[in-house]
Antibody
Framework: QSQLQESGPGLVKPSETLSLTCTVS??????????WGWVRQAPVKGLEYIGS???????YYNPSLKSRVTISIDTSKNQFSLEMRSVTAADTAVYFC?????????????WGQGTLVTVSS | QSALTQPPSASGSPGQSVTISCTGT?????????VSWYQQNPGEAPKIIIY???KRSSGVPDRFSGSKSGNTASLTVSGLQGDDEADYYC?????????FGGGTKLTVL
């Protein structure tokens, strides 16, 4: 079973770029059965899908975030990354990296432990 | 505001059954049989418990069951136990996108 671990800065200034990396262990990120994605959870709020990427580079993005988000993959390092531009306080959240099956039967699991990113000056 | 609507709270006594609803639209819950449910304990990541409306994830007791009617999906927990107390989230495929509910806090009285 794959294990996922997020890493990156816990504090980002408004208008700057949030960058996170997810390292996958216990399995290859090039496994054709899976997509690799990001989900966030604002404080005391629900879950929000951000986007996903396949080993080939094919991506899906939440339409409401698509203009500010880029997800990339590095199969040589078994990692994938999230960049979110022009952040505001509304982007403060716990960011989880996740694995999911190919759409449409794409339930999410396993999940990383999550990393809190605070947007503040 | 979340895309799918869940009641903020639900409760029941040990041994009782409780049902949590998840209401979407004809573009997500109503359009696809790809509704999933997640259990989240405080300070932890969510964990999949139900996928494709009614299939239980490995190791999940059969006290947990899922169903769907029209634009509303439901999670039923029967024979409530203390460690069922957690937050529960629904999710649905929405055509090259995924949407979630705002979560329901289940309290075992």
């Amino acid at each position: 079973q794959s294990q996922l671990q997020e890493s990156g800065p816990g504090l980002v200034k408004p208008s700057e770029t949030l960058s996170l990396t997810c390292t996958v262990s216990g399995g290859s990120i090039s496994n054709r059965a899976y997509y690799w994605g990001w989900v966030r959870q604002a404080p005391v709020k629900g879950l929000e899908y951000i986007g996903s990427i396949y080993y080939s580079g094919n991506t899906y993005y939440n339409p409401s975030l698509k203009s500010r988000v880029t997800i990339s993959i590095d199969t040589s390092k078994n990692q994938f990354s999230l960049e979110m531009r022009s952040v505001t306080a509304a982007d403060t959240a716990v960011y989880f990296c996740v694995r999911h099956l190919l759409p449409p039967s794409a339930w999410f699991g396993p999940w990383g432990q999550g990393t809190l990113v605070t947007v503040s000056s | 505001q979340s895309a799918l609507t869940q009641p903020p709270s639900a409760s029941g006594s040990p041994g009782q059954s409780v049902t949590i609803s998840c209401t979407g639209t004809s573009f997500d819950v109503g359009a696809y049989n790809f509704v999933s449910w997640y259990q989240q304990n405080p300070g932890e990541a969510p964990k999949i418990i139900i996928y494709e409306v009614s299939k239980r994830s490995s190791g999940v007791p059969d006290r947990f069951s899922g169903s769907k009617s029209g634009n509303t999906a439901s999670l039923t927990v029967s024979g409530l136990q203390g460690d069922d107390e957690a937050d529960y989230y629904c999710g649905s495929y929405a055509g090259n996108n995924w949407v979630f509910g705002g979560g329901t806090k289940l309290t075992v009285l």
